[in-house]
């Protein structure tokens, strides 16, 4: 807490004389740093406050001193209770990092729709601004505050009358001296009790002033705050009657606030990416984990009193390893078990978690970024496990998890799944088969619109199964004229396709660039489609790789297969561009 936060003028108050008149007044002082209780006091109001501010202003000032002279005091602790306190947070975080998972365990659940609205109570902000004002519990504006002023003084107040003696009423001058007096001190405090009149009075008139401006203010700042507060609320309600409809991008955004709202060590900070396919009910994430740098190896701190050094001890290599792997594995867990567990509009049947690391490969010397883990699961699977009792490596493999054998070794293995729909490269598709009938030659379709068609009947044959398949632009693609996302866990994957609108046979080099373009986009398969056919050396360059040729046969058949009718003729095409280029 700041030392400007610790002082406070408790009020300030009037006091009066046996006769009402306003003698002084009283300004209570406080500062809980300090344990500081002073009583100021003076005959004119404002004088008084200002002696109280300057108080605070010297309790903050000799609190900012005490504040420093304990941080220096907290610096010079003894070495011993340093070293004690630093073993003290290394356990911790070792305890932290081993118990990922169990720490999430019945602490992970739906979205309190609730606490995401704001029910914050509107305070006038301008409140200091207004001192002659009384304000309510928000800052409201009630009234003007109220100076009392005692009654005027009548020349009949004993005060003002003359004691006269005997011999003053014999002796004439003594008496006239005596009635002077009282007269002089009648028109002294006839005149005070004016000026204090016309204080109150003034004061009065600018707190009425005061009190129309702050309420029209007050007005004003309640209105703009219950707006905002209104339109953040209605987001609020909008989203949740968005994601119990079950929209995919809600749920994505449901998922992502979800994990963001995950607790983690501060050593620990995995960044997720999520996507959602509607058809299989499948939520996968990419989550970019840790690399082995950031886990925490420190065991113990002592200190060495001949030497005047700290030494450390930490935990070994191998333990390290072993520590870096637990890690990886309690997250992968996890995240997929905080994704059902909050799945209140029961729209997730499974999830696919694939863990990437950036990080410095011991085999190479060089950094590389590459999925370390990846695995898939439903939400029956992890229903049926107590994952506060799992050791989560073997949890992991039973639940057929694909990894290296030892993580900390950064061998990439390929992701079970992934979701990229958003692509830069990814267009628009259109409708083109429809305008195909059985005279039409294929051959003879423009390159582009060939492309399209491909898109068109790929989506017909895996769209079925919640697949997306998209044509990607002309300019970047990379060797790619078309990718399927299939969410399948054992068939699918990323499937990237090749279009060879070609009147000649396909060259083993087109199919040695398919295969490069496979390795290079992470996919799981590769399909090159053409409207010829393929050399003998084509077919055996891709036995044992993930790769399928379809010949322009293969493509009139799963066009028909389809509904879809045309023919190929490759001679006709042939001269069709012949008389082209001499035209």
Excluded at 1 to 22: F, W
Excluded at 294 to 322: C, G, H, M, Q, W
Aim: aromatic share 8%; net charge neutral.
């Amino acid at each position: 807490m700041s030392s400007k936060n610790l002082s406070e003028i408790a009020g300030i108050t009037a006091r009066y004389t046996q006769r009402g008149n306003v003698s002084s007044y009283v300004v209570e002082v406080r500062h809980s740093g300090l344990n500081e209780i002073r009583t100021l006091g003076d005959r004119d109001h404002d004088t008084a406050l200002r002696k109280a501010q300057a108080l605070c202003a010297k309790w903050d000032e000799k609190w900012a001193r005490v504040e420093q002279q304990s941080s220096v005091q907290l610096r010079k602790q003894t070495s011993k209770e340093q070293a004690e306190s630093k073993t003290a947070i290394a356990e911790q975080e070792l305890t932290a990092a081993r118990t990922l998972l169990l720490s999430a365990i019945g602490h992970s659940g739906p979205l309190n729709w609730e606490a995401c609205e704001d029910t914050r109570r509107f305070k006038f902000a301008a409140v200091a601004s207004y001192p002659l004002l009384e304000l309510g519990k928000q800052g409201t504006p009630l009234t003007v505050k109220r100076i009392e002023v005692s009654p005027a003084p009548t020349p009949k107040d004993p005060q003002f009358s003359p004691a006269l003696t005997w011999v003053d009423k014999l002796w004439g001058p003594s008496r006239r001296r005596k009635e002077g007096a009282a007269i002089e001190r009648f028109d002294n405090a006839h005149r005070k009790w004016r000026a204090e009149r016309d204080i109150a009075a003034d004061s009065h008139t600018q707190g009425e002033r005061q009190l129309a401006e702050a309420t029209k203010l007050f007005k004003e700042q309640e209105a703009q705050f219950l707006s905002v507060q209104l339109a953040s609320n209605v987001k609020v309600t909008d989203f949740r009657r968005s994601y119990e409809g079950k929209s995919p991008e809600s749920i994505v955004r449901y998922c992502e606030l979800i994990l963001a709202r995950s607790k983690y060590p501060d050593f620990i900070d995995p960044q997720f990416d999520v996507s959602y396919n509607p058809p299989n009910q499948m939520v996968v994430i990419e989550c970019d984990l840790p690399d082995k740098d950031s886990i925490p190896t420190l065991i113990k701190v002592s200190y060495i009193a001949a030497s005047r050094e700290f030494k450390e001890k930490n935990i070994s290599e191998s333990d390290r390893d072993n520590l870096f792997d637990l890690v990886l594995y309690q997250i992968a867990l996890r995240t997929i078990y905080e994704v059902f567990a909050s799945d209140s509009a029961k729209a997730i049947a499974s999830v696919v978690f694939n863990g990437w690391v950036d990080a410095l490969s011991p085999a190479t010397g060089k950094r590389v970024h590459g999925c370390l883990l990846s695995i898939q699961a439903g939400k029956k699977e992890i229903g049926a496990i107590d994952l506060s009792r799992v050791d989560p490596k073997a949890c992991f493999r039973q639940l057929k998890g694909v990894s290296a054998s030892r993580l900390s070794g950064m061998t990439p293995v390929r992701p079970i799944l992934q979701m990229q729909t958003n692509d830069p490269r990814f267009i628009e598709g259109h409708e083109v088969a429809s305008e195909l009938d059985e005279g039409y030659n294929l051959a003879t379709m423009a390159w582009e619109e060939f492309e399209h068609l491909v898109r068109q009947l790929f989506e017909e044959e895996f769209g079925k199964e919640g697949a997306e398949v998209h044509v990607t632009r002309t300019s970047s693609d990379g060797g790619v004229d078309a990718v399927i996302l299939d969410p399948d866990p054992i068939h699918g994957g990323k499937i990237v396709i090749q279009a060879k609108r070609y009147t000649n046979t396909v060259g083993l080099s087109a199919v040695r660039d398919l295969y490069g373009t496979v390795i290079n986009e992470g996919a799981n398969r590769g399909i090159l489609v053409t409207t010829a056919d393929y050399g003998p050396d084509a077919y055996e360059f891709v036995k044992g790789k993930p790769l399928t040729l379809l010949s322009g046969a293969n493509l009139l058949h799963l066009l028909a297969s389809h509904g879809h009718k045309a023919r190929i003729d490759l001679k006709e095409a042939k001269i069709i561009n012949k008389l082209a280029k001499h035209t």
